[in-house]
C-alpha cells in the first residue's frame, strides 16, 4: 500500500481518485506545521501540494521512501527542487490547470485598478455616493506591457487584444516566429517601460526575474502607469512600488501575489486607496481547483502505480517513457560506469560516451554511465534522477555522441573516462537485446560478461597464470564461472576479466596481486543479470 500525504486543502474529487484505487492511503492534514509533517514524511511515498507548504531540505531528508511530489498548481518555487532531484524525488506540477483562472483574475484586477473598483465599492458601503472622487480610466486604446508570454501571458494578450488595447510583449524564451503567430509586438524590457500605460507580469520566480521591477525601471515608466501582479511575489520590488504609489508615479496597482505571503498587517501597500490587492487567488476558482486536484492525483497515481510520469520539471530528459524502453541498453551503460570507475585511478574530469547502431536517444544512456561511475565514489544515493547534477556539482565534463562504427555490433556504448593519469577507454554491447557484454578494454577486444563479482586481471602474457590464478583462488574457496581473456600480441601483456562466485577480501585481492607475473587486480561489483 503506497501512502500520499495532502499537506494542502484540494478538492475532494482528487482525494477521491487516490482512494478509489484500494492501493493507495490518503493522510489528508492540511495546513499542519513543519513539526508535524516531520513525523509523518517517513513513511510517504507520494506527497500532493499548493503553494502553501514548504517542502525543504529537512523534510525531504526525512522521506527516505518519498519517490514524487505533486504540485497542484503551476510555481514549484515552494519546492528545493534541487534536493528532491538529488534524492530522487519526481517534481510534478499541473501546467494548465488553472491557467484560464489566473488569466482572468489577471484582467480583472487590471480592470479593478482602472476604474477604482475597490475603494468606490468601499465608500458606497461606508454610505457615500462618491461620483467625482472615483473617475477611472480606460483600457481601450493603451498600450498594454507583457513580461513573460507563456501560457498565461499569452491569454492576457489575447483578452486584451479585445479591449483593443495595443500590445508590447517581452519575453527572451519565446522566438520570433512566435511572436509573430500571436500577433504581439516583440520589445525589449526598457521599450516596455517607457510605452506601457499598463504593465502585467507573467514569469517564474527565479534570479533572473526576482525585482525584475525595481526603482530604476519604475523611473523609466509612464506617469501614472498601473501595474499588475499575478504571477509571483517578489518578481516587483514592493518597496519601490510602495514609494511609487507614494509619488503618484505610478497611478494603481492591481497585486495578488507578494514576496511574504500572508501579507504582513503594517505592509506598505495596504495604505493606499489604488492598490488592489487579492490573497493569492488567481487560481481559486471552483473550476481550477477541480481540475489542479483531478490532474495532479492522477499524475500522482499513475507515476506510483504505473511509473507513468507526466508534467514533471526535475528529470533530466524531455521523455520519461523512453528511459522505460531503453532500459537494457541504461543497464549496460550503468554497467560501463561501474567498470570504469574501478579502473579509474583519481578523480574523473571528463566523461566521453559515444554510441553508435539503433538507438535515437543519448540522453538515458548517459544518464546511466553517470550513475555508474558515481554511484560507488558519492556519498549520495545516486540514481537516474540526480547522476547528472551531482556529475555537474563534481565539475566533471560530459560529451555525448552518436558515432558511425563498422566494427559491425548492432549496437555498441563506449565510454572514455579522463583522469589526471591519462584517459581509459571500455566498450559495451548488448547481445540479442538483453545480454549485456564487454566488448573491448582499451585495446584488448574480448568477450565479458559485467554480470556479480569480476575480477580484472593484467598479467604478462606467459604461460600458468591462468592455472596460477586458478589455484589461488581455489585456495580460498572461490570458483569461477567464466575466465576471459584478451591479448593484443603474443608475449605482451593481457588482460582478463574473471567471473567468480563470490568476492574477495582486500587483503586477499592484494596477495594475488603479488602473486608472479600478475601486474595488477581489480574487483568490480556489477548488479546481477
Ligand atoms: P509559463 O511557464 O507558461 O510561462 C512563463 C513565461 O515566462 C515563459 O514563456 C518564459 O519564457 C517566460 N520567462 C521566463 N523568464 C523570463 C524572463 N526573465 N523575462 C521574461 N520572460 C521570462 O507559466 P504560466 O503558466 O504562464 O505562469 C506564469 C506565472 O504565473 C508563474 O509564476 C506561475 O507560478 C504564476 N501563477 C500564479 C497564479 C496565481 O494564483 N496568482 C496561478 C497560476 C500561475
Ligand atoms: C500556481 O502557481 O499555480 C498558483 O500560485 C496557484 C496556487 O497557489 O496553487
Given at each position: 500500500?503506497?501512502?500520499?500525504?495532502?499537506?494542502?486543502?484540494?478538492?475532494?474529487?482528487?482525494?477521491?481518485?487516490?482512494?478509489?484505487?484500494?492501493?493507495?492511503?490518503?493522510?489528508?492534514?492540511?495546513?499542519?506545521?513543519?513539526?508535524?509533517?516531520?513525523?509523518?514524511?517517513?513513511?510517504?511515498?507520494?506527497?500532493?501540494?499548493?503553494?502553501?507548504?514548504?517542502?525543504?531540505?529537512?523534510?525531504?531528508?526525512?522521506?527516505?521512501?518519498?519517490?514524487?511530489?505533486?504540485?497542484?498548481?503551476?510555481?514549484?518555487?515552494?519546492?528545493?527542487?534541487?534536493?528532491?532531484?538529488?534524492?530522487?524525488?519526481?517534481?510534478?506540477?499541473?501546467?494548465?490547470?488553472?491557467?484560464?483562472?489566473?488569466?482572468?483574475?489577471?484582467?480583472?484586477?487590471?480592470?479593478?485598478?482602472?476604474?477604482?473598483?475597490?475603494?468606490?465599492?468601499?465608500?458606497?458601503?461606508?454610505?457615500?455616493?462618491?461620483?467625482?472622487?472615483?473617475?477611472?480610466?480606460?483600457?481601450?486604446?493603451?498600450?498594454?506591457?507583457?513580461?513573460?508570454?507563456?501560457?498565461?501571458?499569452?491569454?492576457?494578450?489575447?483578452?486584451?487584444?479585445?479591449?483593443?488595447?495595443?500590445?508590447?510583449?517581452?519575453?527572451?524564451?519565446?522566438?520570433?516566429?512566435?511572436?509573430?503567430?500571436?500577433?504581439?509586438?516583440?520589445?525589449?524590457?526598457?521599450?516596455?517601460?517607457?510605452?506601457?500605460?499598463?504593465?502585467?507580469?507573467?514569469?517564474?520566480?527565479?534570479?533572473?526575474?526576482?525585482?525584475?521591477?525595481?526603482?530604476?525601471?519604475?523611473?523609466?515608466?509612464?506617469?501614472?502607469?498601473?501595474?499588475?501582479?499575478?504571477?509571483?511575489?517578489?518578481?516587483?520590488?514592493?518597496?519601490?512600488?510602495?514609494?511609487?504609489?507614494?509619488?503618484?508615479?505610478?497611478?494603481a496597482i492591481g497585486f495578488d501575489v507578494f514576496a511574504k505571503e500572508p501579507l504582513d498587517p503594517d505592509h506598505p501597500f495596504l495604505?493606499?486607496?489604488?492598490?488592489?490587492?487579492?490573497?493569492?487567488?488567481?487560481?481559486?476558482?471552483?473550476?481550477?481547483?477541480?481540475?489542479?486536484?483531478?490532474?495532479?492525483?492522477?499524475?500522482?497515481?499513475?507515476?506510483?502505480?504505473?511509473?507513468?510520469?507526466?508534467?514533471?520539471?526535475?528529470?533530466?530528459?524531455?521523455?520519461?517513457?523512453?528511459?522505460r524502453q531503453m532500459e537494457p541498453y541504461v543497464d549496460l551503460g550503468e554497467r560501463l560506469g561501474l567498470l570504469q570507475i574501478a579502473?579509474?585511478?583519481?578523480?574523473?574530469?571528463?566523461?566521453?560516451?559515444?554510441?553508435?547502431?539503433?538507438?535515437?536517444?543519448?540522453?538515458?544512456?548517459?544518464?546511466?554511465?553517470?550513475?555508474?561511475?558515481?554511484?560507488?565514489?558519492?556519498?549520495?544515493?545516486?540514481?537516474?534522477?540526480?547522476?547528472?547534477?551531482?556529475?555537474?556539482?563534481?565539475?566533471?565534463?560530459?560529451?555525448?555522441?552518436?558515432?558511425?562504427?563498422?566494427?559491425?555490433?548492432?549496437?555498441?556504448?563506449?565510454?572514455?573516462?579522463?583522469?589526471?593519469?591519462?584517459?581509459?577507454?571500455?566498450?559495451?554491447?548488448?547481445?540479442?537485446?538483453?545480454?549485456?557484454?564487454?566488448?573491448?578494454?582499451?585495446?584488448?577486444?574480448?568477450?565479458?560478461?559485467?554480470?556479480?563479482?569480476?575480477?580484472?586481471?593484467?598479467?604478462?602474457?606467459?604461460?600458468?597464470?591462468?592455472?596460477?590464478?586458478?589455484?589461488?583462488?581455489?585456495?580460498?574457496?572461490?570458483?569461477?564461472?567464466?575466465?576471459?581473456?584478451?591479448?593484443?600480441?603474443?608475449?605482451?601483456?593481457?588482460?582478463?576479466?574473471?567471473?567468480?562466485?563470490?568476492?574477495?577480501?582486500?587483503?586477499?585481492?592484494?596477495?594475488?596481486?603479488?602473486?608472479?607475473?600478475?601486474?595488477?587486480?581489480?574487483?568490480?561489483?556489477?548488479?546481477?543479470?
Amino acid at each position: 500500500m503506497y501512502k500520499v500525504l495532502i499537506s494542502d486543502a484540494i478538492d475532494e474529487q482528487g482525494i477521491d481518485l487516490l482512494k478509489e484505487t484500494g492501493e493507495i492511503e490518503v493522510i489528508y492534514q492540511p495546513d499542519s506545521t513543519v513539526k508535524d509533517y516531520l513525523e509523518v514524511v517517513g513513511g510517504i511515498h507520494g506527497w500532493i501540494i499548493r503553494s502553501g507548504t514548504k517542502v525543504g531540505n529537512e523534510l525531504l531528508t526525512r522521506a527516505d521512501n518519498l519517490r514524487v511530489i505533486g504540485r497542484a498548481g503551476v510555481g514549484v518555487d515552494n519546492v528545493n527542487l534541487d534536493t528532491a532531484t538529488l534524492r530522487g524525488v519526481i517534481v510534478m506540477n499541473t501546467p494548465t490547470g488553472n491557467t484560464n483562472a489566473a488569466t482572468e483574475q489577471t484582467m480583472a484586477l487590471m480592470l479593478a485598478a482602472a476604474r477604482k473598483i475597490a475603494p468606490a465599492h468601499e465608500a458606497l458601503k461606508e454610505g457615500r455616493w462618491d461620483r467625482e472622487k472615483f473617475l477611472g480610466r480606460e483600457l481601450r486604446d493603451k498600450t498594454l506591457g507583457i513580461i513573460g508570454l507563456g501560457r498565461i501571458g499569452q491569454g492576457v494578450a489575447k483578452r486584451a487584444a479585445s479591449f483593443d488595447m495595443e500590445i508590447l510583449g517581452y519575453d527572451p524564451y519565446l522566438s520570433d516566429e512566435q511572436f509573430d503567430t500571436l500577433n504581439i509586438n516583440k520589445t525589449s524590457l526598457d521599450d516596455i517601460f517607457a510605452h506601457a500605460d499598463v504593465l502585467t507580469a507573467h514569469v517564474p520566480i527565479n534570479e533572473q526575474t526576482r525585482n525584475l521591477i525595481d526603482a530604476e525601471a519604475i523611473a523609466k515608466m509612464k506617469d501614472e502607469v498601473i501595474l499588475v501582479n499575478c504571477a509571483r511575489g517578489g518578481v516587483y520590488n514592493e518597496e519601490a512600488v510602495a514609494e511609487g504609489l507614494r509619488s503618484g508615479k505610478i497611478g494603481a496597482i492591481g497585486f495578488d501575489v507578494f514576496a511574504k505571503e500572508p501579507l504582513d498587517p503594517d505592509h506598505p501597500f495596504l495604505e493606499f486607496d489604488n492598490a488592489v490587492l487579492t490573497p493569492h487567488l488567481g487560481a481559486s476558482t471552483r473550476e481550477a481547483k477541480e481540475n489542479v486536484a483531478l490532474d495532479i492525483c492522477k499524475q500522482v497515481r499513475d507515476f506510483l502505480l504505473h511509473e507513468k510520469v507526466k508534467n514533471a520539471v526535475n528529470i533530466p530528459f524531455a521523455d520519461y517513457g523512453k528511459l522505460r524502453q531503453m532500459e537494457p541498453y541504461v543497464d549496460l551503460g550503468e554497467r560501463l560506469g561501474l567498470l570504469q570507475i574501478a579502473r579509474a585511478s583519481g578523480p574523473v574530469k571528463e566523461v566521453y560516451i559515444r554510441v553508435s547502431g539503433e538507438f535515437d536517444d543519448i540522453k538515458p544512456i548517459s544518464l546511466g554511465v553517470l550513475k555508474g561511475l558515481l554511484g560507488p565514489v558519492s556519498g549520495d544515493k545516486v540514481n537516474l534522477m540526480n547522476a547528472a547534477l551531482l556529475a555537474r556539482q563534481r565539475n566533471i565534463r560530459i560529451q555525448e555522441s552518436y558515432e558511425y562504427d563498422d566494427s559491425g555490433y548492432t549496437n555498441l556504448i563506449e565510454v572514455t573516462v579522463v583522469t589526471d593519469d591519462g584517459e581509459k577507454r571500455a566498450s559495451g554491447s548488448l547481445f540479442g537485446k538483453e545480454h549485456p557484454r564487454i566488448v573491448r578494454i582499451d585495446e584488448y577486444h574480448m568477450d565479458a560478461r559485467p554480470v556479480g563479482t569480476v575480477l580484472m586481471i593484467r598479467n604478462n602474457d606467459v604461460p600458468g597464470v591462468i592455472g596460477n590464478v586458478g589455484s589461488f583462488l581455489g585456495s580460498r574457496n572461490i570458483n569461477i564461472a567464466e575466465y576471459r581473456l584478451g591479448r593484443q600480441e603474443e608475449g605482451n601483456a593481457a588482460l582478463a576479466m574473471v567471473n567468480l562466485d563470490g568476492p574477495l577480501t582486500q587483503e586477499d585481492l592484494a596477495s594475488l596481486e603479488q602473486e608472479q607475473n600478475i601486474l595488477n587486480v581489480q574487483q568490480v561489483n556489477f548488479p546481477p543479470e
